[in-house]
């Protein structure tokens, strides 16, 4: 099957500071890309809908400016969270879809952010 | 919008006995997909069973399968011969068949169910 990779798989940082998520399709070109976030023992959230070349549609509640995706090559989608603060600490998941396997979304392993 | 919910949070079961797990969503569309997705310890998400709304046929994995009632915009998922490493998170989800938008595609989850499975 498909393969998604994010990195880091866990990361801790300051409170403050900015940290870089990054999620690539290993094996297709991915045309979109989904951000989701989730706390423990609770379901995914959606942040951001992010296709290749434009730029990424937010959920409603979603801060813009806090959480910067870019989507730039078919291949890799970047989530930044900026001067991130300890309620920013969850688990982020992304999913890449292809153009062709239109109904079948592809999951990357989850990033555990921990701000302190 | 469209909404899924899943009622029990937590369910159990006995090796190699059957559990269902509930999901019931929302929708004024005709045209959708209805997923269940596995989330293990790893949290890795893993696929499940995948059910086309245009399909009477209810979809089978093994011994995975789904009862799809359309009308009652129902689709549970049964277990069957229930093993150790079925234990993990389930969630059903929702995605429109309409394209077109900048979130063609998103999946919309239910909340999840925690199942156990006991030796």
């Known amino acids: 099957g498909a393969v998604v990779s994010q990195h880091p798989s866990w990361v801790i940082c300051k409170s403050g500071t900015s940290v870089k998520i990054e999620c690539r399709s290993l094996?297709?070109?991915?045309?979109?890309m989904f951000w989701y976030r989730q706390f423990p023992k609770q379901s995914l959230m959606l942040m951001a809908t992010?296709?290749?070349?434009?730029?990424?549609?937010?959920e409603q509640g979603v801060e813009k400016d806090k959480f910067l995706i870019n989507h730039a090559s078919l291949t890799l989608s970047t989530l930044t969270v900026t001067s991130a603060h300890p309620e920013d600490s969850s688990f982020y998941i992304c999913?890449?879809?292809?153009?062709?396997?239109?109904?079948?979304?592809?999951f990357g392993p989850g990033t555990r952010l921990l701000v302190l | 919008a469209q909404t899924v919910t899943q009622s029990q949070p937590e369910m159990s079961v006995q090796e190699a006995e059957t559990v269902t797990l509930s999901c019931t969503y929302d929708?004024?569309?005709?045209?959708?997909?209805l997923f269940w997705y596995k989330q293990p310890p790893s949290r890795q998400m893993i696929l499940v069973i995948r059910?086309?709304?245009?399909?009477?046929q209810n979809a089978t994995e093994n011994r995975f399968s789904v009862n799809f009632q359309k009308a009652a915009k129902s689709f549970s998922l049964k277990i069957s011969d229930s093993q150790l490493g079925d234990a993990a998170m389930y969630f059903c989800?929702?995605?429109?068949?309409?394209?077109?938008?900048?979130?063609?595609?998103?999946?919309?989850f239910g909340q999840g169910t925690i199942l156990t499975v006991h030796p």
């Open positions: 999913s890449a879809r292809s153009g062709r396997a239109v109904e079948t979304q592809y």
């Open positions: 094996d297709f070109q991915a045309t979109t």
């Open positions: 992010s296709n290749e070349g434009s730029k990424a549609t937010y």
């Open positions: 929708t004024s569309e005709s045209d959708y997909y």
């Open positions: 059910q086309e709304a245009y399909k009477q």
């Open positions: 989800a929702y995605r429109s068949a309409y394209a077109g938008g900048t979130s063609y595609g998103k999946l919309t």
